[in-house]
């Protein structure tokens, strides 16, 4: 059981607005920053949202992050295929002095 | 660009050892915290270690706790991850990642590399 949870599944088709949520408690995202990550199997992960909101050059500003207590969300707006992947979210936890990620969250676009 | 290169994976029989390294280019190595992170077979990303930007910190899961030691050459721009008590549920793709500061436990992971791949088998 991991310390911060995320839905298995979500879908969405093209051009919709889809939001993926993260559950942690004040140990974690309630007290620190939170970070999603993109990631296609046998592929190396993609930094999407850093510190909670903030998005890295280069990722396109249909992806965004928000936080509100011990919960946060990305948001991916006008849906693509190209988006069809895994969704992973990851915070420092202060109790177990450990970064701790979602069990993660697959996407699909129909 | 940043780049992070894994190796060392292998097969190899539960309980012997078995050491990882990353070698980093792009970016000033030696100012940023580094992490470890894997992916068994069909499972989620769990992360495994981090180590400060100067070896002064360091921070395990509670899964490889004592078994496992993250360290770093500054000098030659290389993370390691020595594996000793190697478990048949240590079987996983391993990546290595920057991360975005200097600190273990903030500013989180940035880039990733590619990963390299250990199986613990009889």
């Known amino acids: 059981q991991s310390a911060v949870t995320q839905p298995p599944s979500a879908s969405g088709t093209p051009g919709q607005r889809v939001t993926i949520s993260c559950s942690g408690s004040?140990?974690?995202?309630?007290?620190?920053?939170v970070y999603w990550y993109q990631h296609l199997p046998g592929t190396a992960p993609k930094l999407l949202v850093y510190r909670s909101n903030q998005r890295p050059s280069g990722v396109p500003d249909r992806f965004s992050g928000s936080k509100s207590g011990t919960s946060a969300s990305l948001a991916i707006s006008g849906l693509r295929s190209e988006d069809e992947a895994d969704y992973y979210c990851?915070?420092?936890?202060?109790?177990?002095?450990?970064?701790?990620f979602g069990g993660g969250t697959k996407l699909t676009v129909l | 660009q940043v780049q992070l290169m894994e190796s060392g994976g292998a097969v190899v029989q539960p309980g012997r050892s078995l050491r990882l390294s990353c070698a980093a280019s792009?970016?000033?190595?030696?100012?940023?915290?580094m992490h470890w992170v894997r992916q068994a077979p069909g499972k989620g990303l769990e992360w495994v270690a981090v180590?400060?930007?100067?070896?002064?910190?360091?921070y395990y899961a509670d899964s490889v706790k004592g078994r496992f030691t993250v360290s770093r050459d500054n000098s030659k721009n290389v993370l390691f991850l020595q594996m000793n008590s190697l478990r048949i549920e240590d079987t996983a793709l391993y990546h290595c990642?920057?991360?975005?500061?200097?600190?273990?436990?903030?500013?989180?992971?940035?880039?990733w590399g590619q990963g390299t791949m250990v199986t613990v088998s009889s």
């Open positions: 792009g970016f000033r190595f030696s100012s940023f915290a």
């Open positions: 990642s920057k991360g975005r500061g200097y600190s273990s436990s903030s500013d989180g992971l940035d880039v």
């Open positions: 180590l400060r930007y100067d070896g002064s910190d360091k």
């Open positions: 990851a915070a420092w936890d202060d109790r177990l002095s450990a970064w701790v």
């Open positions: 004040s140990s974690n995202i309630g007290n620190n920053y």
